[in-house]
């Protein structure tokens, strides 16, 4: 790797010693059982936990992850330093907090060994970041550090007044603004028992559970390998809620399955990485950032789940069709009789892992008390647990490393919210966002379309190798007052911004999806990008439609909702036929051609073009069923 890549890329992970491992699992499992307990309803004072949550993510950051790609990935004696200065500066906080609780933000001084202490967090902060995200993210955050410090030195309307080190201090540590703010609050409160849920989920078979009932329901369709890519991949990733994870979990059975039935490498690689990529965009769970978003919003949970059921389920729909059409041309065969199992069989052998994902629905929807369902469904595979192992031992130890490897797969959300927290402190100390929104305004002539555009390629230029929850806590305080100035209602715009963020995940040049795709498909990680950007594109025009169709984030009269949705599954289908090359036939260039032109104006939202889309696809749908029909009439015909 060149030498710059070397130190702009984060580091990878370590091969763990013994102290290192048992270190690593006993403080994830307590740090588990602690966050789930508060989320069952023990009271614990809110800065306490995030200080023992921060100072568990920073240890174990530094424990599992080396300084950059060419560190060696042995022991390393600066990592147990970090660890101790880590649990050391969140410790003093603990220690510090009936103090702290009493004093006056902004008014009270600090003493000298608070702002040192702070100061040592926030570099620990830094440094976790680099290693766990990369360089990028750590020039961004010291950017605008720098700015808060500088900034009155400058001219024009960016000058600000001028803060001192206690000021800055205060705000980005002791406030509710910063580094405790609402992003780590999040993660700590509300996504642990998620990634904890899917952990012990997957230690426990269901994965292997959510790819047998795939497998059941569409493996013996044409190209069912694929199919049943995508749908394994759905429904593990809207609990997982992890792109990366799902692709390492489902794309570890799927992949090489597609790859064995005819499929090409790089093909495989993208439909696993666009199919991963849309379980941060599915009900119930959606990842991280559907839970920052309840925070930054105020939008109840519930309401954000149900809005995004019509999109996410329009994106699987389009993913699916993409492996249809793909299939039919490349003439793929079905899986054969003996790699289907029967639904019922696997529902009669595994009907216990539907209950703690039906607690967990309805804990979301019906009680609305995300955190509260998310515990219930981690207390309610435990019962599962014991049905698959019946051994006591077997099952403490099954619970335990479940727990371990929850905290430990949170080790990237974690530092992101708090390095998150560190922007929108600074933003929101200097007035920053006003000047950055207005500068969008600026940039793009003060067209509302331009905006739109402007601020998608800000969200995904911020998404490049990027954790979704990051991307999201930056764009909302740096991109949606911009699009709320525009009119635009707070929902859509917020899950406008989600759903760029969560495209990140396979676009080009930083794709972190279809890198861990390529490597279980030995392909190209950039053809796989370039390609799951493809079969992914109703994802980046999706946005763009509930914006000014907010019907179809379930917004409005009934009939309207039915109508934009339809509409919309229409687009999809003619947007894969024109993109995949079939149509119940092989498509030439003109055909698809007026397939896309009609699948673009079923997107657009105004009556009229709808109307010419729809009347254009059926008129398509009748010549290609006639020439289909004709080419059977006429034996030897191809």
Same mark, same amino acid.
């Given at each position: 790797?060149?030498?710059?890549?070397?130190? #702009?890329?984060?580091?990878?992970?370590?091969?763990?010693?013994?102290?290192?491992?048992?270190?690593?699992?006993?403080?994830?499992?307590?740090?588990?059982?602690?966050?789930?307990?508060?989320?069952?309803?023990?009271?614990?004072?809110?800065?306490?936990?995030?200080?023992?949550?921060?100072?568990?993510?920073?240890?174990?950051?530094?424990?599992?992850?080396?300084?950059?790609?060419?560190?060696?990935?042995?022991?390393?004696?600066?990592?147990?330093?970090?660890?101790?200065?880590?649990?050391?500066?969140?410790?003093?906080?603990?220690?510090?907090?009936?103090?702290?609780? +009493?004093?006056?933000?902004?008014?009270?001084?600090?003493?000298?060994?608070?702002?040192?202490?702070?100061?040592?967090?926030?570099?620990?902060?830094?440094?976790?970041?680099?290693?766990?995200?990369?360089?990028?993210?750590?020039?961004?955050?010291?950017?605008? #550090?720098?700015?808060?410090?500088?900034?009155?030195? +400058?001219?024009?309307?960016?000058?600000?007044?001028?803060?001192?080190?206690?000021?800055?201090?205060?705000?980005?540590?002791?406030?509710?603004?910063?580094?405790?703010?609402?992003?780590?609050?999040?993660?700590?409160?509300?996504?642990?028992?998620?990634?904890?849920?899917?952990?012990?989920?997957?230690?426990?078979?269901?994965?292997?559970?959510?790819?047998?009932?795939?497998?059941?329901?569409?493996?013996?369709?044409?190209?069912?390998?694929?199919?049943?890519?995508?749908?394994?991949?759905?429904?593990?990733?809207?609990?997982?809620?992890?792109?990366?994870?799902?692709?390492?979990?489902?794309?570890?059975?799927?992949?090489?399955?597609?790859?064995?039935?005819?499929?090409?490498?790089?093909?495989?690689?993208?439909?696993?990485?666009?199919?991963?990529?849309?379980?941060?965009?599915?009900?119930?769970?959606?990842?991280?950032?559907?839970?920052?978003?309840?925070?930054?919003?105020?939008?109840?949970?519930?309401?954000?789940?149900?809005?995004a059921l019509i999109p996410a389920l329009l994106y699987y729909l389009s993913v699916f069709l993409a492996a249809h059409f793909r299939a039919h041309r490349d003439g793929l065969q079905p899986m054969s009789e003996g790699e289907v199992p029967s639904i019922f069989a696997v529902l009669r052998r595994d009907w216990a892992y539907l209950l703690p994902i039906g607690l967990l629905v309805w804990g979301v929807l019906s009680l609305n008390r995300p955190a509260f369902a998310g515990?219930?469904?981690?207390?309610?595979?435990?019962?599962?647990?014991?049905?698959?192992?019946?051994?006591?031992?077997?099952?403490?130890?099954?619970?335990?490393?479940?727990?371990?490897?929850?905290?430990?797969?949170?080790?990237?959300?974690?530092?992101?919210?708090?390095?998150?927290?560190?922007?929108?402190?600074?933003?929101?100390?200097?007035?920053?966002?006003?000047?950055?929104?207005?500068?969008?305004?600026?940039?793009?002539?003060?067209?509302?379309?331009?905006?739109?555009?402007?601020?998608?390629?800000?969200?995904?230029?911020?998404?490049?190798?990027?954790?979704?929850?990051?991307?999201?806590?930056?764009?909302?305080?740096?991109?949606?007052?911009?699009?709320?100035?525009?009119?635009?209602?707070?929902?859509?715009?917020?899950?406008?911004?989600?759903?760029?963020?969560?495209?990140?995940?396979?676009?080009?040049?930083?794709?972190?999806?279809?890198?861990?795709?390529?490597?279980?498909?030995?392909?190209?990680?950039?053809?796989?990008?370039?390609?799951?950007?493809?079969?992914?594109?109703?994802?980046?025009?999706?946005?763009?439609?509930?914006?000014?169709?907010?019907? +179809?984030?379930?917004?409005?009269?009934?009939?309207?909702?039915?109508?934009?949705?339809? *509409?919309?599954?229409?687009?999809?289908?003619?947007?894969?036929?024109?993109?995949?090359?079939?149509?119940?036939?092989?498509?030439?260039?003109?055909?698809?051609?007026?397939?896309?032109?009609?699948?673009?104006?079923?997107?657009?939202?105004?009556?009229?073009?709808?109307?010419?889309?729809?009347?254009?696809?059926?008129?398509? *749908?009748?010549?290609?069923?006639?020439?289909?029909?004709?080419?059977?009439?006429?034996?030897?015909?191809?």
């Open positions: 790797m060149p030498p710059l890549l070397t130190i #702009l890329a984060p580091g990878r992970s370590r091969d763990l010693g013994a102290p290192e491992q048992w270190t690593v699992h006993l403080l994830g499992v307590a740090t588990a059982i602690l966050l789930i307990a508060i989320s069952f309803g023990w009271y614990v004072k809110r800065e306490i936990a995030l200080f023992l949550f921060l100072g568990a993510v920073l240890s174990l950051a530094f424990l599992t992850t080396t300084a950059n790609p060419a560190r060696p990935t042995g022991r390393s004696l600066v990592a147990w330093l970090l660890v101790v200065l880590s649990l050391a500066s969140c410790g003093y906080f603990v220690a510090m907090q009936p103090v702290h609780e +009493l004093r006056l933000p902004m008014i009270d001084e600090l003493s000298a060994l608070d702002i040192a202490a702070s100061i040592v967090l926030i570099a620990l902060v830094m440094e976790a970041t680099r290693r766990c995200i990369g360089m990028i993210l750590v020039v961004l955050v010291t950017t605008f #550090l720098a700015y808060a410090v500088f900034g009155n030195r +400058l001219s024009g309307s960016f000058a600000h007044r001028g803060f001192s080190t206690q000021e800055i201090v205060d705000h980005l540590v002791f406030s509710t603004n910063g580094l405790f703010g609402p992003a780590l609050e999040v993660a700590a409160f509300l996504v642990v028992v998620f990634v904890v849920f899917g952990a012990l989920l997957d230690r426990i078979g269901g994965a292997d559970f959510f790819y047998d009932i795939a497998n059941s329901l569409v493996g013996k369709q044409v190209g069912g390998a694929s199919k049943v890519a995508v749908v394994s991949s759905g429904l593990y990733g809207s609990i997982s809620g992890s792109p990366t994870a799902d692709v390492v979990t489902t794309g570890s059975f799927s992949i090489p399955l597609m790859i064995r039935t005819g499929v090409s490498r790089t093909y495989a690689g993208a439909i696993e990485s666009a199919a991963s990529t849309g379980g941060a965009l599915l009900p119930p769970v959606m990842g991280s950032a559907a839970f920052l978003m309840t925070d930054f919003t105020g939008i109840p949970y519930a309401t954000i789940v149900l809005a515990a219930l469904a981690c207390a309610a595979l435990v019962p599962v647990a014991m049905l698959r192992h019946p051994n006591p031992l077997a099952l403490i130890k099954t619970l335990f490393f479940g727990l371990s490897d929850g905290m430990r797969g949170m080790v990237g959300v974690g530092v992101a919210c708090a390095i998150a927290g560190l922007v929108v402190g600074t933003l929101s100390m200097t007035d920053l966002t006003g000047k950055i929104s207005s500068g969008l305004f600026h940039m793009s002539g003060g067209s509302p379309i331009l905006t739109i555009l402007v601020a998608a390629f800000v969200i995904i230029v911020l998404g490049m190798g990027m954790p979704t929850p990051a991307v999201y806590a930056l764009s909302a305080v740096l991109a949606a007052p911009a699009l709320i100035a525009l009119g635009v209602e707070v929902l859509p715009a917020h899950l406008f911004i989600v759903y760029i963020a969560s495209m990140s995940a396979i676009t080009p040049p930083v794709a972190v999806a279809a890198f861990a795709a390529a490597s279980i498909a030995k392909a190209n990680p950039v053809m796989i990008a370039v390609v799951a950007c493809r079969i992914a594109m109703v994802a980046f025009l999706l946005p763009f439609v509930f914006i000014y169709q907010p019907a +179809l984030l379930m917004m409005g009269a009934t009939g309207q909702i039915v109508i934009s949705a339809g *509409t919309a599954a229409l687009g999809v289908l003619a947007l894969n036929a024109a993109l995949e090359g079939y149509f119940l036939v092989m498509l030439d260039g003109m055909k698809r051609a007026l397939l896309f032109v009609a699948g673009v104006c079923l997107f657009l939202p105004i009556a009229a073009t709808e109307t010419i889309g729809a009347l254009l696809l059926a008129g398509m *749908t009748g010549w290609i069923w006639t020439l289909r029909r004709s080419k059977r009439a006429r034996p030897g015909v191809a």
